[in-house]
């Protein structure tokens, strides 16, 4: 496993991190023991940050994370663990809605409460990186929740402040970096969504902002396995994801970007993951990992060579804007 800086926050973090939105249970049936036994694999294959948040499986995700924790300590096995989670906002509209207050949304009462939730849920009496899980571009004004956050870094009950993009508008955490408000910033970035590479990464570099990179492989599809006849357990929340038309169109892109392989020694789900690291702003990416198999497959990308500038290259053509109608399917 390789390390990296977190951005300049004194903190080398290993290449691939922990996403474990998956363990919670939305992701389909997932029994707790494996769940276990893919922290642990990670973790002993040199894993040092984990991504979790409090609306993963309403704390199941965050439970389990600090039983392995707890479980190590106790074992003996020493090494810093870096544990990122998410505070939502408080009930209301997801995303938030631009007319929607921030200092109600995210009052100083909910988020004193809410890290007093999460810390509990994870066994610690401080957070290594609280995120908020989402944001409007209406708040950078007046962006109230950080200045909370901020007193709360002073208290020390959280060690670095951080903000998770809204799909919708990704850009919209530019301003905060640019503003010092957040420490890291964490971010849909993959052969398909291109576009924190326009500005976005550029200036958490400049910035020294830690950069957290989720969804690599779309949600699953980026290693290659689905075709147009997958079809996903109804509590699967990529059947939603993938609902209609989009698994079949997803997978003949993602059988494109297999083309752009073939002879490069690289199987789908390297290059998605090697594709991302090649970008210099990244610290971490963290892929979704259920089991010891995608412990062990995920980790290894770290110890392959970073991919050839070329082949890096070659696949920026597989960017897909998904988001706008203009282009047409
Ligand atoms: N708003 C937010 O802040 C937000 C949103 C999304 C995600 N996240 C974070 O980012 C993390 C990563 O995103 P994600 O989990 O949504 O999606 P992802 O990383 O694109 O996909 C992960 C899924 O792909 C499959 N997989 C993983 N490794 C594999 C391998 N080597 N070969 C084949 N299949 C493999 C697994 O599911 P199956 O085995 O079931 O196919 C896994 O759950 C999350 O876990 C979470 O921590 C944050």
New binding site residues.
Partial sequence: MRFRPFGKHGFNCSEIGF????ISGS?GTQADGDSLAALNRALDLGVNFI???AGYGNGRSERLIGQVLRDRAAAGKSGKVFVAT?TPPAPGNWPPSPYDRADERYSEAYLRANLTERCAHLGVERIDLLQL??WTRAWNRQPTPFQVLRALQREGRIGLIGI?TPEHDQNSVIDLMRGGWVDSV?VIYNLFEQEPAAELLDVARECGVGVIV???????AL?G?FTAETRFAPDDFRAKYFEGDRLARTVARTAAIASDLAGTGYAL?SAALQWVLAHPAVSVV?????SIA?AE??CGVSDLPPMPPALVEKLRRHQWRRGLWYGGK
């Fill in positions: 996403g474990a939105w998956a992701w991504d979790t948040a998410k899980h989402t998770s964490q989720r969804v690599a492989f779309d949600e699953g290693t396995k789900p963290i892929p979704g990992i259920r995608q497959a995920n």
